[in-house]
């Protein structure tokens, strides 16, 4: 079967770096994905890796090793506003164009 | 503006009653899903589509239905088969020729039963 795990919760202090992890098992990997989504609203997309290695685009920063079935997401300079939480979402052959989900990381960035 | 509406936001839903999500998208984009959310847990795919009058299953498609007769609607019913409907339903949509082929979510729509 397919299974993605993340940490449920984490936290951190304004300014500090975060980091959050992302394994899968999954079969047909096709590319892994990070959303943000904060409480009552939709997911927006944050990062997208098909390719081992680093994507860096601003403040966060995706990793991704294929033969691990290992992401993280990483944030820096965190802010208040960052408090969401993400989610590791994983695009298999087999599930035709659909995402699979982890269960997401409660992000709270705290003063 | 270019994106995905879903409506109602919020939505209630009496006992033995169908209810239909309504989800629009003006991208221009081939494939559509829709995704049920509960607390402390991931999305869960129920239906999707890629093309006109064609959808598949997802893990979770008993209790819903669904139609694609235009590329740019994508409704859900939740039928009084689904006996735990209290959910956040969010439609998606993604372009199948996109490099990165980025699903990108609508504002989801909040339902509970009365």
């Known amino acids: 079967g397919q299974n993605i795990d993340q940490p449920t919760e984490m936290t951190a202090t304004e300014g500090a770096i975060v980091q959050i992890n992302c394994t899968y098992q999954?079969?047909?990997?096709?590319?892994l994905f990070w959303y943000q989504q904060h409480a009552g609203e939709a997911p927006t997309f944050l990062s997208y890796?098909?390719?081992?290695g680093l994507e860096e685009k601003g403040r966060f920063s995706s990793f991704l090793s294929r033969s691990k079935g290992y992401s993280y997401l990483l944030l820096k300079e965190l802010q208040m506003k960052d408090s969401a939480s993400y989610l590791c979402?994983?695009?298999?052959?087999?599930?035709?164009?659909?995402?699979?989900f982890g269960k997401g990381t409660t992000l709270s960035v705290s003063s | 503006d270019g994106g995905i509406t879903q409506s109602p936001k919020y939505l209630f839903r009496k006992e033995g009653q169908n209810v239909t999500l309504s989800c629009e998208q003006n991208?221009?984009?081939?494939?559509m899903y829709w995704y049920r959310q509960d607390p402390g847990q991931g999305l869960r795919l129920i239906y999707y589509?890629?093309?006109?009058?064609?959808?598949q299953k997802g893990d979770i498609a008993e209790g819903y239905s669904v139609s694609r007769e235009k590329k740019e609607s994508f409704p859900l019913t939740v039928t009084s088969a689904q006996k735990n409907p209290t959910a956040f339903y969010l439609c998606?949509?993604?372009?199948?020729?996109?490099?990165?082929?980025?699903?990108?979510f609508g504002a989801g729509t909040r339902l509970s039963v009365l």
């Open positions: 991208l221009n984009h081939d494939a």
């Open positions: 589509s890629q093309i006109v009058n064609d959808f």
């Open positions: 999954t079969s047909g990997f096709n590319g």
């Open positions: 998606a949509s993604r372009n199948l020729n996109g490099a990165k082929n980025i699903q990108y």
């Open positions: 979402a994983v695009r298999v052959r087999q599930a035709g164009t659909a995402l699979i």
């Open positions: 890796n098909v390719l081992d």
